[in-house]
């Protein structure tokens, strides 16, 4: 068997230096490159003049979130109650978006308590759903802050730009106990898209989105914040006139899904599933011990399988199964054999932090630190 | 918004009755069902003939490996170290397969303890793992009981069936420290096929892999046990004269994938993911707060999307974000108002099994119990 430094010696990219100490799979964060990539995008929004409100649901780490924070952020964003509840217990967030419509009498309860603690803001993007919070809220003489989630193209949720999110933001801004204090949207649609039309499907969204806001406010409704957010549109919507707020997710660590437009390569991707050759049954078919447990199971729009090794362009991990990586080789080359390590760059980053209890935090080639997931499976 | 007591009248396999207590999304298990499907499997291993040690990837759970062991079960299977050191430590098993090589010091030095506290099974499919675990196991005056792990046409890990395999079997028979106790194969390559091909391609597997075992008995080496496993091919591949062990795993849930080979129906499948509809953005699409970390995002070769909705055949969860799904309907129908709670079926149960820190225990439609999913994310 070959030791890991070979590897490391074949792998420009390599974060992980001859810590032979780690046992694998696992996921190593490359804390300089997290540092930098935090920077880079407060500094991107400060570009812009809009305001910061990351996304926790790529790390789910009171850790990160205090270092975004740290970097300006004004607050972060989840998608469920329990990551909330996480990042205000462990992470000492104040400020938080839960971009998600709180549905169901457990959560409003759970809400109601989480108030106690931290400003948090509830997207809503139905009658419906708001109508049970304002009683619910009312009924405790709370008040909550609403961002009314609106549908800028990517036919998730959300209520139609236009006429049905104007009557929604006035029908919220009516209810007892709620208050309207922006909208939002998601247009992670652009982000699917090639590179030729990020851009103009980005500022599309973004201009939908200030434009329903300019409606509301012909109302006479006030309309403070204009909130987009997706790590590949972060160059694109943000400049709209009018869009005040931004709340990108995996610029943290970046992954294989953010070659495709040009800007992020390997060298810039923060975590990576460290992973062992444990079978060579064929010249060309390594098996790696990360499997869809490890590297989840997300295609990837730029790049062959399911993930990219670092230092092997020409290798594909061309199946998974739960426990098995299966890497098919064109041509045999070193880095393959029974006990070799390898770091791959997943395709969607996200996932694969979910299925993971900590970070193992790298700087300059060697452990410092391990961080857990604190928010992980935090799906309620 | 109507109550989940009207999605259960239109559901005839709904599992959960009026528990408004249950904060979704997450895993209920029918108890009745799960231990039919537990008793049925240990029926049919013995009409076979054969042991069944179970796979306990579905569950990673130590109480049904307990409820397994009281059926019958000679031992469980795990694919990780970490899997098996759970239930060793928290279900009491003493009785282990790992099907998976062990690579690396750190594996080895943890194999090594375990082997204090109960009988471990090791599969091997490479000189190089073998010659590292004889090394060690015999520096520490060990002995290790050793499967050679078999390809028979899944083509994924394993020595090729046949002359490969019977070399490596004779070379782990000479090694210091190891026994070669059996050898083994996983022939999941059956499941994917065809209800009118799985008998013959799982036969066919089972045949190479006894074939095998009588050429390495001709070397005048004993091979105690030659054991199968895979869920769909236990109707086929354990009837093969000579097997001696069967280690099917999904069977204790079943799931979407089950329905293909025409055996299993919703009404078996004991595990389903409870959700809720969060918001209602058209007439033709509900989303539900089950999105891939709640699903997983394994296909299903014989349904369209992302989980069966039990009591909505014609309802398809089209997309699926990590927190968000996204139901398409053909026709606007009853149980998708915002509010409303499904029961899925996952594709694939033990992924989803995989996401969840414990099992909502379920008899006559309403809560008994809470079991963690002990072995989750166990990947090392």
Redesign the interface.
């Known amino acids: 068997?070959s030791s890991q430094t070979a590897v490391s010696a074949n792998t420009e990219y390599s974060i992980v230096a001859g810590d032979?100490?780690?046992?694998?799979?696992?996921i190593a964060v490359d804390l300089d490159l997290l540092q930098r990539n935090i920077a880079e995008m407060a500094a991107l929004a400060a570009s812009h003049g809009v305001a910061l409100r990351p996304h926790a649901?790529t790390h789910k780490s009171p850790h990160i979130a205090r270092l975004q924070l740290e970097a300006g952020a004004v607050g972060l964003t989840c998608?469920?109650l329990g990551e909330a509840e996480v990042l205000v217990e462990q992470g000492g967030v104040t400020d938080i978006l839960i971009a998600?419509?709180i549905?169901?009498?457990?959560?409003i309860q759970r809400l109601l308590q989480l108030l106690e603690r931290a400003r948090v803001i509830v997207a809503v993007?139905?009658h419906?759903?708001a109508a049970?919070l304002s009683q619910a809220i009312s009924a405790n003489d709370r008040a909550l802050e609403i961002y009314v989630e609106v549908?800028t193209g990517q036919?998730?949720?959300?209520?139609?730009a236009g006429q049905e999110a104007v009557d929604l933001a006035v029908a919220v801004s009516r209810m007892p106990g709620l208050r309207l204090v922006g909208i939002m949207t998601h247009e992670?649609h652009a982000g699917f898209s090639s590179p030729d039309d990020i851009a103009l499907i980005a500022e599309n969204a973004g201009r939908a989105l200030v434009g329903t806001a300019e409606r509301i406010r012909g109302q006479g409704i006030e309309v403070a914040h204009v909130s987009v957010g997706s790590t590949p549109a972060s160059w694109f919507t943000p400049r709209v006139p009018g869009i005040t707020e931004m709340r990108p997710g995996t610029y943290v660590f970046h992954d294989n899904n953010a070659f495709r437009h040009g800007r992020i390569g390997p060298d810039r991707c923060a975590a990576r599933v460290v992973s062992?050759?444990?079978?060579?049954?064929a010249p060309n078919?390594a098996?790696i011990?990360?499997g869809?447990?490890?590297l989840?199971?997300?295609p990837s729009p730029s790049h062959p399988g399911h993930g990219f090794i670092v230092g092997h362009p020409n290798a594909t991990i061309a199946?998974v199964?739960?426990?098995?990586g299966?890497v098919t080789l064109p041509q045999p080359e070193p880095g393959f054999?029974?006990?070799d390590r390898l770091e791959i760059i997943p395709n969607h980053i996200?996932?694969a932090v979910?299925?993971?209890?900590e970070l193992v935090i790298i700087r300059d080639g060697h452990v410092v630190d391990h961080w857990p997931v604190a928010a992980r499976?935090k799906?309620?």
């Not at 036919?155 to 139609?160: E, F, L, S, T, V």
């Not at 062992?276 to 049954?281: A, F, H, I, N, Y």
């Not at 199964?321 to 098995?324: A, L, P, Q, T």
């Open positions: 068997m032979q100490v780690l046992d694998t799979p696992l649901k998608a469920k998600y419509p549905v169901g009498d457990i959560k993007d139905t419906q759903a049970v549908n036919d998730r949720a959300g209520a139609r992670g062992t050759v444990v079978s060579r049954p078919r098996i011990d990360a869809s447990k490890a989840a199971l997300d199946r199964s739960e426990e098995h299966v054999d029974v006990g996200c996932p979910n299925l993971t209890d499976g799906v309620r």
